[in-house]
């Protein structure tokens, strides 16, 4: 099974940085990534598919990256609203296997 | 608007079964496949397994396999996550999610704790 390994576990960021999430799969995936945002005590929403489209709804500031084994997903302007643990997730083959989760806080 | 609504919490003792149910409304349930997630608490996201609608076509995730039995029921529109005998590390949040790639629509969740 494919095993997905992100960093880092946590960052700590101010209001206007850009941020920069890293996701790496342990064999090649394509481009089968998903990024998905929790924010605290609330249902995980997805944020972006196929590694770089934006789901509906969601702002502009974010976007991913990457292909094969290694993506990102960025934050271009760090607003309140974002902090929240972020996680990727393949759907490549086999289990659709979650990242560890990325702790974004400010 | 698409909704997947899930049963409520549930207190349960160590060895005791469990069935949780996850509903869909508000779009062609038989069309996508729904997908358990566990969250422990202050712990991420596993993928638990992922079911479709028409066929009962079952896959798990490599942990949950033989621990837990997914299900649905075509004609309600509800896919099901079951325990025969609880464990005290099964306390957690379930959720439902709509998939079968990714999932874009999610249930709130249902939140057991096993307890003696």
């Known amino acids: 099974d494919i095993q997905m390994t992100q960093s880092p576990s946590s960052l700590s960021a101010s209001v206007g940085d850009r941020v920069t999430i890293s996701c790496r799969a342990s064999?090649?995936?394509?481009?089968?990534l998903a990024w998905y945002q929790q924010k605290p005590g609330e249902v995980p929403k997805l944020l972006i598919y196929?590694?770089?489209t934006l789901h509906s709804g969601v702002p502009s500031r974010f976007s991913g990256g990457g292909s094969g084994t290694d993506f990102t997903l960025t934050i271009s302007s760090l607003q309140l609203a974002d902090v929240a643990t972020y996680y990727c997730?393949?759907?490549?083959?086999?289990?659709?296997?979650f990242g560890q989760g990325t702790k974004v806080e400010i | 608007e698409e909704f997947l609504v899930q049963s409520g919490a549930e207190l349960r003792k160590p060895g005791e079964s469990l069935k949780i149910s996850c509903q869909g409304s508000?779009?062609?349930?038989?069309?996508?496949?729904v997908g358990w997630v566990r969250q422990r608490p202050g712990k991420g996201l596993e993928y638990m397994g992922i079911?479709?609608?028409?066929?009962?076509?079952?896959r798990y995730g490599p942990s949950f396999e033989g621990q837990v039995t997914i299900s649905v029921d075509r004609f309600t529109n509800t896919a099901y996550l079951q325990w025969s005998s609880l464990k005290a590390s099964d306390t957690a949040m379930y959720f439902c999610?709509?998939?079968?790639?990714?999932?874009?629509?999610w249930g709130p969740g249902t939140m057991v704790i096993v307890s003696s």
């Open positions: 999610a709509r998939g079968p790639d990714v999932f874009d629509v």
């Open positions: 508000g779009f062609k349930f038989t069309e996508y496949w």
């Open positions: 079911i479709y609608a028409v066929d009962s076509d079952t």
């Open positions: 064999r090649g995936i394509a481009n089968y």
């Open positions: 196929a590694a770089s």
């Open positions: 997730q393949n759907y490549n083959t086999g289990p659709r296997a």
